[in-house]
């Protein structure tokens, strides 16, 4: 994973955070394709993950919180058409923000 | 790792991202006594991290922007105590943001 590329603040952050069940049940297949579908995806910014084996953190940035909720309705979509998000998260937490600030090693203001 | 308990929105988040340099350098131990420190602070309401071979995020929460500026003082202190940053990631991005909604699998308002 790289760290998202994202623009100067402003913008929309979705935080999800989970706590797996055990076992994959095409949880791999199924994030990587929920990947490639968000970067299509209008106001799609760039996402930053990192995954425990038990646990796991997703951020998406996003254009602003518009872009954020059409992703959700999109995200759901692909969800259910799959399998019952319960196999594969014990728990979870999203948690939709706006970003006010960011930086660096550099200090603040470096964006493309 | 939890999901953080965190109260009813809003309330500011502080999504650390970053990409580690090879070997642990004294890492593993930093990294346990920035979570103590952490929840000794004022405002500190909660902490979720994952962690990859190569990459991490720990997002922090904090009651207001104002508690997590403190934190980050906190913080900086004891990584110059340490080592230098440098040491441990090859690249990183600090993020503070306002949380505007939440919810987990039973919908929003589950709070304590």
């Not at 394709?33 to 646990?55: F, H, N, T, V, W």
């Not at 799959?82 to 960011?102: F, I, K, P, S």
Request: aromatic share 10%; glycine share 12%.
């Amino acid at each position: 994973m790289g760290i998202a590329n994202t623009p100067e603040p402003p913008y929309t952050a979705v935080i999800f955070t989970s706590l797996r069940t055990e076992g994959d049940h095409g949880y791999a297949h199924m994030s990587e394709s929920m990947e490639q579908l968000a970067a299509e995806q209008p106001g799609y910014l760039g996402i930053e993950y990192a995954r425990d084996p038990g646990s796991g953190i997703t951020v998406s940035y996003w254009a602003d919180e518009a872009a954020a909720v059409a992703w959700k309705q999109v995200a759901a979509h692909l969800i259910a058409q799959e399998r019952g998000r319960e196999v594969w998260y014990a728990d979870y937490r999203v948690r939709v923000c706006t970003v006010n600030r960011d930086y660096g090693p550099g200090g603040g203001g470096v964006h493309p």
